[in-house]
């Protein structure tokens, strides 16, 4: 199908990275329940599987354009910093031995978090060199860095809550919108299947 309009498409492009998204029916919500793109459901508005296939194809960067190999080369580089996160957002949630943490050891949450800025530091120029190249990623930097201050405020739950925009939250909505400009699978890399724990607390 032909490319919609800037507009609808970051609204399907929206729901499709959040899962769902409560929001108003405007024309575009409208357009898209009438063409089949989503569905309303009891939480919000939802990607339906016809909507889902459609999207791919719009999402996916042109293989003989100039930003399909800016987006290649950081997704390249954004790999192997993903394994690196999975385990310190682990680790965040659970201490060894299959403890759950509950922050109250100081000491403990200021290593992890550290491990984080570390982290932080290095996706940075990768994630905003890919924001300057290609328009739909420049928002992310922006957000991992909003999400961060909050973990360093003493707001914990910004570090891996799925009810949030926490920094778990954006990076994995990084790592999807990159599958999709690449046109590639999660399942078929390196590692695939593993997420941090979801603890009692954050379910």
Partial sequence: ???????????????????????????????LIDDGFVARSARGIRITAEGRVTHASWARL???GPDEPVARRAYERFLPLNRELLRVCSDWQVRSGGIPNDHRDGSYDWSVLDR???LD??????????????????????????????VDEGDTEWFTS?????????WMQLHEDLLLALGRNRSEEPGAGT???RTAEEQ
């Fill in 1 to 31: 199908m032909t490319a919609p309009d800037d507009a609808t498409f970051r609204l399907l492009h929206e729901v499709r990275l959040r899962g769902v998204v409560e929001m108003y029916d405007t024309q575009i919500v409208t357009l």
């Fill in 116 to 118: 984080l800025h570390t």
């Fill in 62 to 64: 042109p293989a003989d």
């Fill in 162 to 170: 799925p009810r949030l925009d926490s920094y778990h939250t954006v």
């Fill in 121 to 150: 530091e290095r996706v940075g120029p990768v994630v905003s060199r890919l924001g300057r190249a290609v328009e739909r990623f420049a928002g992310y930097r922006p957000r991992l860095r909003a999400a961060l201050a909050h």
């Fill in 195 to 197: 997420e941090p724990v």
